[in-house]
């Protein structure tokens, strides 16, 4: 399985951005537990910013709350993260995380795998 995230660049405070993340490979999976998109910034430890499960609930960084929207595409194995009225302490590298498990003959296995990252810049 496999990640891929695009849609990071620079952008204005206020503005907006969209990031998708696309998983390949998924043939093996057997359940998609969570995904999720976290954010490091420099300096920082990476954090999570919000999370999707496989049953549609969302959860949120308190910072982003009512700004960042996160959402998925089953059909085209995507997620996305609707960025709006960003702000300067939002530039970091984006992450998509995936949880999920795969079925092998020992039984149920859980894993995760992450994406390569993309920057997001928010200049003042």
């Known amino acids: 399985v496999q990640l891929v995230e695009s849609g990071g660049g620079l952008v204005q405070a206020g503005g907006s951005l969209t990031l998708s993340c696309t998983a390949s490979g998924t043939g093996s999976i057997y359940s998609i537990n969570a995904m999720g998109w976290y954010r490091q910034a420099p300096g920082k430890q990476r954090e999570l910013v919000a999370a999707?499960?496989?049953?549609?609930?969302?959860n949120y960084v308190d910072s982003v709350k009512g700004r960042f929207t996160i959402s998925r595409d089953n059909a085209k194995n995507t997620m996305y993260l609707q960025m709006n009225n960003l702000k300067p302490e939002d530039t970091a590298v984006y992450y998509c995380?995936?949880?999920?498990?795969?079925?092998?003959?020992?039984?149920?296995?859980?894993?995760?795998?992450w994406g390569q990252g993309t920057l997001v810049t928010v200049s003042s």
């Open positions: 995380n995936l949880d999920f498990t795969i079925a092998i003959i020992e039984g149920l296995r859980n894993l995760e795998v």
């Open positions: 999707i499960t496989s049953d549609g609930n969302t």
